[in-house]
C-alpha cells in the first residue's frame, strides 16, 4: 500500500529529506498570537543548526529531549549533513541570503513544529537548503525557504572550495530546489 502523500511533496523535490522537530516558545508569538516573522527565521536555523552542526557544539542531529513523535512524525538526517562538523576548527558556514515565503499564519501550538530539509544545490563554495514548515499532521505547510550558504576559511575570512571528498559526500543528499512561488 503506498503512503499518502504528504503535503510537503507539493513543495519539495523527491530525494532524500532530513526531518527536525522544533519547539515554540511563547516568546516566539506577535501581537496576533502567530508565530513572528522573525522567529520563523530562528526556527529554520534551530533546524539547520541541527542537520549540519554547530562549530561551538556538537549536538545530535536532531532533538534529543526523548519526547514520543509529534502526530506520528519521526525525525531523521543522514550523518552525511555534518561532514562540516568535522571542519569546525578551519572552517565556518555563514549564511549568504535567506529566501522565506510565507504561505498561511503558524498559530502557535502546545507540540512542536516540523520542519524538512533539503540539500538544493552545490555550489564551489556554497550550498542551498531548502526548508518546507508546518504542524506534524495539520496538513498545511506554512512556510517554505531558501538558505545559501558560504564556506569560509577560519584564517583568512575568505571563501574556501568544497573539497572532492566534501562534494562526494553530499551528491547523494542532493535533491533539488524548493517550490517557491516567485523566484
Do not use: C, K
Not at 529554520?44 to 556538537?58: C, D, F, K, N, Q
Not at 499532521?137 to 571528498?165: C, K, N, Q, Y
Request: aromatic letters at 6%; proline letters at 9%; hydrophobic letters at 40%.
Amino acid at each position: 500500500m503506498t503512503p499518502a502523500p504528504s503535503p510537503f511533496d507539493a513543495v519539495l523535490p523527491p530525494g532524500p529529506r532530513a526531518r527536525v522537530l522544533v519547539d515554540l516558545r511563547w516568546g516566539d508569538l506577535d501581537a496576533y498570537g502567530h508565530v513572528n516573522n522573525v522567529a520563523v527565521a530562528r526556527l529554520l536555523e534551530e533546524a539547520r543548526v541541527r542537520i549540519l552542526g554547530s562549530p561551538t557544539a556538537h549536538t545530535d542531529a536532531v532533538d534529543a529531549s526523548g519526547r514520543p513523535p509529534a502526530d506520528g512524525w519521526d525525525e531523521h538526517a543522514d550523518p552525511a549533513w555534518r561532514i562540516f562538523s568535522a571542519r569546525a576548527h578551519d572552517t565556518q558556514y555563514l549564511v549568504a541570503s535567506h529566501r522565506i515565503e510565507y504561505r498561511r499564519a503558524l498559530a502557535y501550538r502546545p507540540g512542536p513544529v516540523g520542519i524538512v530539509l533539503v540539500l538544493s544545490r552545490i555550489g564551489a563554495a556554497s550550498i542551498v537548503v531548502g526548508y518546507a514548515l508546518g504542524a506534524p499532521g495539520s496538513g498545511e505547510i506554512a512556510v517554505v525557504a531558501e538558505t545559501e550558504i558560504v564556506f569560509v576559511d577560519a584564517a583568512t575570512g575568505r571563501p574556501r572550495r568544497l573539497e572532492d571528498e566534501e562534494r562526494r559526500q553530499l551528491e547523494p543528499l542532493l535533491s533539488g530546489p524548493v517550490q517557491l512561488r516567485r523566484r
